[in-house]
């Protein structure tokens, strides 16, 4: 039923690229120009090195001293490299280096459930140069998004910090570390020391990159197609007809459930309260669109991750810093 489904769907995609490609031509190169110049030379350099550093098993030493932060989401201290380098990069290098951390044997399949809930972020560069002071003018508006997101994925992660999930210990390519164990650690290294290679995390980091630029140039044209077929805007206006509330603020929110960029960019050209505005772009950027969830979820399916719970622990995540960011408008702005 379900392959039936998806089956008609995608023949109404292909004939509808095929009755208007040059509209749908024009969309997809707006994708990829998205991709070449704002998202190639942000996150590729973060992809690769972040390859570099698991293989070479030095975040096993640099993370060795995060106990606290450890015991407070029951997970292994790594997880907080995890967790720094997903706020740092933004999406989806959070969820690249959980898989690179799986694959490597440093976590096990509940670990990497878990650690996704407080990485799975958005990065500076986008929150604040991009949205904030970009699209909001504001660079006030900006630093209480990024504040929101940061603090409501630690608090997400506090949600899911019991989660349970069967794994199976055959799975890994290393066996686990005990991270108090020297001879663990020892045996560890020289197993990554034999396998490192500087062209093998060059191609499977361009492969990364290639997978995101793909996801982005694909849901680019799926807006585009939804807007000239008239199916988002009677949404909009059903939505609009149970709350009152403004139809153009339902359009800038289906299209960021789909894509939050082109969401960020429809929301902050409308003329409302600063404050409704910096909300919804917060919300947009943390739940992070359906075309972030699949970049993502490329590399998360690698640990068998269920989608159910991947949209979950995003929803929670994206309601926490909804309510942090409007605490803090009520404060700030």
Not at 89 to 118: H, M, Q, W
Not at 183 to 197: G, R
Not at 296 to 315: D, T, V, W, Y
């Amino acid at each position: 039923m379900k392959k039936g489904f998806l089956s008609i769907l995608i023949l109404i995609i292909i004939i509808a690229l095929a009755i208007s490609p040059n509209i749908y031509i024009k969309a997809s190169g707006e994708g990829i120009l998205v991709w070449a110049t704002i998202i190639l030379p942000a996150i590729f350099p973060f992809l690769f090195f972040t390859k570099i550093l698991t293989d070479l098993g030095v975040i096993n030493t640099i993370t060795n001293k995060f106990t606290l932060f450890a015991k407070i989401y029951k997970t292994p201290p790594i997880s907080a490299y995890a967790f720094t380098m997903s706020i740092l990069s933004g999406y989806p290098v959070g969820a690249k280096v959980v898989c690179d951390l799986y694959e490597s044997g440093f976590i096990n399949k509940e670990e990497a459930f878990k650690i996704c809930t407080f990485t799975s972020n958005s990065g500076p560069m986008f929150i604040l140069g991009s949205v904030g002071i970009g699209m909001l003018c504001s660079r006030t508006l900006g630093f209480i998004m990024l504040f929101s997101h940061i603090i409501g994925a630690l608090l997400n992660g506090l949600l899911y910090r019991n989660h349970k999930e069967k794994f199976n210990t055959y799975s890994y390519k290393f066996p686990l570390i005990n991270y108090t164990n020297k001879t663990s650690s020892k045996i560890l290294s020289s197993q990554i020391n034999s396998t490192f290679s500087i062209g093998e995390s060059m191609w499977n980091s361009v492969t990364s990159i290639l997978i995101i630029g793909g996801f982005i140039c694909i849901f680019f044209v799926i807006i585009e197609m939804l807007n000239n077929l008239y199916i988002i805007t009677p949404i909009a206006n059903f939505l609009h007809s149970l709350t009152g509330i403004d139809t153009q603020i339902f359009v800038g929110i289906l299209n960021g459930i789909f894509e939050m960029t082109h969401g960020c960019l429809d929301i902050a050209n409308l003329q409302f309260s600063p404050i409704l505005l910096c909300c919804i772009c917060c919300g947009l950027i943390t739940f992070g669109g359906l075309a972030t969830m699949m970049q993502a979820f490329a590399f998360l399916q690698k640990f068998g991750m269920r989608f159910k719970f991947f949209m979950c622990q995003k929803i929670t995540h994206t309601l926490i810093s909804i309510i942090i960011c409007f605490i803090l408008c009520l404060i700030f702005v």
